[in-house]
């Protein structure tokens, strides 16, 4: 049963950093692409990175050069390191995990599991 919780949410200044991090429970047999997203109320839920089971990384263009995405060497934590944070980047964000090779598309439909999401504000 894949289990995702997210944590780390919270409000900041313009400029200022945010870590959020992801406890997943996966299966130990299957190799995942964990990603994250986010979302603000009344618009599409939008790709922001992912991170395959071989560390390959891929951003939204939005958040390149800003954020970083990681995981721990058990590969049961998912990490986004958020830095130079923009009003624009409020949403509420989600983590998700799908058993197979990331696609490079950071894709809503791609994912198959969800998390219940953290809510980031930045201003």
């Known amino acids: 049963h894949v289990q995702l919780v997210e944590s780390g949410g919270g409000s900041v200044q313009p400029g200022g950093s945010l870590r959020l991090s992801c406890a997943a429970s996966?299966?130990?047999?299957?190799?995942?692409?964990l990603g994250w997203f986010r979302q603000i109320r009344g618009k599409e839920r939008e790709g922001v990175a992912e991170?395959?089971?071989?560390?390959?990384?891929n951003y939204a263009d939005s958040v390149k050069g800003r954020f970083t995405v990681s995981q721990n060497n058990a590969g049961n934590t998912l990490y986004l390191q958020m830095n130079s944070l923009k009003p624009e980047d409020t949403a509420m964000y989600y983590c998700?995990?799908?058993?197979?090779?990331?696609?490079?598309?950071?894709?809503?439909?791609?994912?198959?599991?969800w998390g219940q999401g953290t809510q980031v504000t930045v201003s």
């Open positions: 998700a995990a799908v058993p197979a090779s990331c696609l490079r598309f950071i894709r809503y439909g791609d994912f198959g599991y």
């Open positions: 996966l299966n130990p047999d299957s190799d995942y692409c």
């Open positions: 991170i395959g089971s071989d560390d390959y990384t």
